[in-house]
């Protein structure tokens, strides 16, 4: 029978306490006399919160007359400090953008923010992809308008009982119109020619970092 991975063993523990301890807050009497303040304080560290966060565990238990367990608490979120600040963790946080507490002990800290930051270069980067195809579909839409108003003024032109004033009029608009068409369909080539220069950048920074 294979061995259970320990990492994936300590993340399993750490959502299924998640789960128990939905916030210091709504613990009950219950669960502040029962509970197991290692565990608390590892599901603490795992989620990279900081030391204040025994704080409010003692406010809210106060209410029921339990103190907790500083020491077994510190020691519990140490324990998921080692979790928390694993560079692999580091760069996962970065990539998706979520922010970093500055809780890592120094000896960990350096590595985990080298990935951190790599990972966050990474997240920089997709938004800027994703930026510029809104960008690219705003300016599709655009251009889309300006066609309808443009067969709608061709219409109008060739239109019975037009005075000569008026077809030069919407003669006008539709020149202003073309010149319109001219500037946008050349917003989109810039547009997408700059989103797929990220989008490569992108993808072979993600590939050098495998």
Same mark, same amino acid.
């Given at each position: 029978m294979p061995m259970? @991975?320990?990492?994936?063993?300590?993340?399993? %523990?750490?959502? *299924?306490?998640?789960v128990v301890l939905q916030g210091c807050a709504s613990m009950s009497k219950n669960e502040c006399l029962t509970a197991d303040w290692y565990a608390v304080g590892y599901e603490s560290g795992v989620r990279g919160q900081g030391e204040a966060r025994i !704080? #409010?565990?003692? &406010?809210?238990? *106060?209410?029921?007359?339990?103190?907790?367990?500083?020491? +077994? =608490?510190?020691?519990?979120?140490?324990?998921? $400090?080692? &979790?928390?600040? #694993?560079? /692999?963790? /580091? =760069?996962?946080?970065?990539?998706?953008?979520?922010g970093y507490a500055g809780v890592c002990p120094?000896?960990?800290? +350096? @590595?985990? $923010?080298?990935? =951190?930051?790599?990972g966050r270069e990474l997240y920089h980067m997709q938004q800027n992809v994703n930026r510029l195809g809104r960008r690219v579909k705003a300016k599709q839409a655009e251009l889309r308008q300006i066609n309808e108003d443009i067969a709608h003024k061709q219409v109008e032109l060739i239109a019975p009982g037009?005075?000569? !004033?008026?077809?030069?009029? $919407?003669?006008?608009?539709?020149?202003?119109?073309?010149?319109? &068409?001219?500037?946008? #369909?050349? @917003?989109?080539?810039?547009?997408?020619a700059?989103?797929? !220069?990220?989008? %490569? +950048?992108?993808?072979?920074? #993600?590939? %050098?970092?495998?």
């Amino acid at each position: 029978m294979p061995m259970p @991975d320990p990492k994936r063993m300590g993340l399993m %523990a750490a959502a *299924a306490l998640t789960v128990v301890l939905q916030g210091c807050a709504s613990m009950s009497k219950n669960e502040c006399l029962t509970a197991d303040w290692y565990a608390v304080g590892y599901e603490s560290g795992v989620r990279g919160q900081g030391e204040a966060r025994i !704080s #409010e565990h003692r &406010k809210a238990c *106060a209410e029921h007359g339990v103190t907790p367990d500083l020491a +077994r =608490y510190l020691e519990g979120r140490e324990a998921g $400090l080692q &979790k928390f600040c #694993e560079p /692999g963790n /580091g =760069y996962r946080l970065g990539r998706a953008g979520t922010g970093y507490a500055g809780v890592c002990p120094p000896r960990l800290e +350096r @590595d985990f $923010l080298q990935a =951190y930051n790599a990972g966050r270069e990474l997240y920089h980067m997709q938004q800027n992809v994703n930026r510029l195809g809104r960008r690219v579909k705003a300016k599709q839409a655009e251009l889309r308008q300006i066609n309808e108003d443009i067969a709608h003024k061709q219409v109008e032109l060739i239109a019975p009982g037009k005075t000569p !004033s008026q077809r030069a009029l $919407l003669l006008t608009e539709l020149l202003d119109l073309q010149e319109q &068409k001219e500037r946008v #369909e050349h @917003d989109i080539h810039h547009a997408r020619a700059q989103r797929d !220069s990220e989008r %490569a +950048r992108l993808a072979s920074a #993600e590939r %050098a970092r495998r």
